[in-house]
């Protein structure tokens, strides 16, 4: 069940954060076959290539397993809001 939540959360963050596959793999070293491939099989990657996918998506691998965020993301979420809601005010 993590596998599928863990890709299911990459493939949120993606669409979020406007990053394709291809930039994610290049991102992260891995090949688009590897990526889809462990996607379609619903297979984790190592932990060494999930720390690289969490860091391209500014995330945590915490987040990708359990779709949870630590205290420490929950706080930096909620000052980037703060920080971007300030900047909009400003324009």
Do not use: H
């Amino acid at each position: 069940m993590a596998d599928m939540l863990f890709w299911t959360n990459v493939n949120n963050l993606n669409k979020l954060q406007k990053i394709t596959q291809e930039a994610l793999c290049k991102e992260v070293c891995i090949s688009l076959n590897t990526l889809r491939g462990w996607v379609s099989k619903n297979v984790l990657p190592r932990a060494d290539e999930a720390v690289k996918i969490a860091k391209a998506l500014n995330t945590t691998v915490e987040y990708l397993v359990t779709g949870e965020q630590t205290d420490k993301a929950k706080e930096l979420a909620e000052l980037k809001a703060k920080i971007m809601d300030f900047a909009k005010s400003l324009q």
